[in-house]
């Protein structure tokens, strides 16, 4: 079944919404630049607030060691997302289990990427956008994703409920990862969106599980 997980949460009634629709992880934003930035104080809140079993994914974009051990400190991460240009030594330093989001584009080898972060629990493949590093809602070409990747991807960049079971279909990864597609505005998500996306992705599922 692919997993779904819903980045750039900022409120405790948009985490229960997610929660309860059955994705089974959200993403705190770490990034001062993002309108979806959490404070610690926030982040703390949330965290604690997060029923069984949903886990709670950290994203950090090029940031100090010093801020990712604050963070850690403080709030409980059961995963790292570093989506920015960190190199493996970094991303692995912190005794987390850790995403390495890259972005697509054409002449970006990722088979080299893969074995560069192979110690990555996963590679996060979003689109590339000049100047941003994610949350720009942009789709980029899934016929770039080689077969082999598949199964280890967690596939982001422009979904929604509209897009995402074709998605799924085309290039079976491990779970979906949305932000900007299921929000009433920047950092507030929709909760209707949110249970239309998440629905889809369990239609899809089972629609493959019966063939």
């Known amino acids: 079944m692919t997993r779904i997980k819903i980045c750039g949460i900022t409120r405790e009634q948009d ?3 997610v929660a309860s629709c059955g994705a089974d992880a959200i993403g705190l934003v770490f990034y001062e630049k993002s309108p979806r930035h959490v404070t610690l104080p926030q982040a703390l809140k949330l965290a604690h607030a997060v029923p069984p079993f949903v886990t709670v994914v950290g994203l950090f974009v090029n940031p100090s060691a010093e801020l990712v051990r604050e963070v850690l400190a403080q709030v409980s ?10 190199a493996p030594e970094f991303c692995a330093q912190f005794g987390r289990p850790y995403l390495k989001a890259i972005r697509v584009r054409d002449g970006v080898d990722l088979v080299q990427c893969a074995a560069l972060y192979a110690d ?3 590679l996060l493949l979003d689109a590339y956008v000049e100047g941003t590093h994610g949350g720009t809602g942009a789709v980029f070409e899934w016929s770039l994703i080689p077969e082999a990747l598949r199964p280890r991807i967690i596939l982001s960049g422009g979904l929604d409920s509209s897009n995402v079971g074709a998605a799924i279909s085309v290039v079976h990864p491990y779970a979906v990862d949305v932000s900007s597609g299921l929000e009433a505005s920047k950092g507030i998500k ?5 249970a239309a ?5 369990k ?7 019966d063939v």
Do not use: P, S, W
């Open 15 to 17: 985490l229960q919404a």
């Open 77 to 86: 991460l059961d995963v790292l997302q570093f989506h920015g240009e960190e």
């Open 120 to 122: 990555a629990q996963g």
């Open 190 to 194: 929709d909760a209707a969106k949110v």
């Open 197 to 201: 996306f998440i629905n889809e992705v």
């Open 203 to 209: 239609r899809v599922d089972a629609k493959q599980t």
